[in-house]
């Protein structure tokens, strides 16, 4: 069966600082990867998408950047952190080709001070 | 520019009553509708889907609508359980780069009143 896993679950960074967080997918190949942000009170966000190693789409301007170093972990960065940065962020996965049922992770509840 | 809308930010319900949870849509080109339901401090996870080919989907305590002409969706829980107490997100599917997208909206926090 496939797990999607995140870490680390919460994060507490002073504004300035970077950041890394990271997911991992197993149990299945080629999945397409996707990093949303769910802002308080709001809904999730789509930031970044890969249907592949190394292929990168943004959704939004920002201050993050994603990278996709190998087939089944994705990873979500920052230089320097803005208070801005502050949510929920949420990383999920899907078929290959498909894209419409997405299998979301734990997130990961990012402050940041 | 929100393509899909839930203007009720939050609902309550009795327990044993219907739940009905709305969402629009603007893009006539969304093919593929989906529920999520989420609980605090975890990521959502999938309720139940529809076709825009169809009008109605049933998974037991669970139907989703479709209106296509209103671009309207909604999602009917019966009988409503505590444990149904979420916030509920509906997305739609549409082609964005080289891939399929799903677009969320901005969830209904359901409350189930025992």
């Known amino acids: 069966s496939q797990t999607i896993h995140q870490w680390p679950a919460t994060l507490v960074q002073p504004v300035g600082s970077p950041l890394s967080l990271e997911c991992t997918v197993e149990?299945?190949?080629?999945?397409?990867l996707y990093w949303y942000r769910q802002a308080a009170g709001r809904g999730l966000q789509l930031l970044f998408y890969s249907v592949g190693i190394g292929q990168i789409s943004s959704e939004v301007p920002q201050n993050l950047s994603a990278s996709r170093p190998q087939d089944r972990q994705f990873i979500l960065s920052s230089k320097k952190l803005l208070l801005s940065d502050s949510g929920f962020y949420l990383c999920?996965?899907?078929?290959?080709?498909?894209?419409?049922?997405?299998?979301f992770g734990p997130g990961t509840r990012l402050t940041v001070l | 520019d929100q393509q899909v809308k839930q203007n009720s930010p939050s609902l309550s319900v009795q327990e044993g009553r219907i739940s009905i949870l709305n969402c629009d849509y603007t893009n006539s080109m969304f093919d593929y509708f989906l529920w999520y339901k989420k609980y605090p401090a975890e990521g959502p996870t999938f309720l139940i889907s529809?076709?825009?080919?169809?009008d109605k989907n049933e998974d037991g305590r669970f139907t989703v609508f479709l209106n296509k002409s209103a671009k309207h969706l909604s999602l009917h829980i019966v009988p409503s359980q505590p444990g149904d107490s979420a916030v509920y997100f509906c997305a739609a599917r549409g082609l964005s780069g080289s891939a399929r997208q799903l677009t969320f909206g901005s969830g209904t926090q359901l409350t189930v009143l025992p």
């Open positions: 149990g299945t190949s080629n999945p397409n």
């Open positions: 529809i076709s825009s080919i169809k």
């Open positions: 999920a996965w899907s078929v290959m080709g498909e894209g419409d049922e997405q299998f």
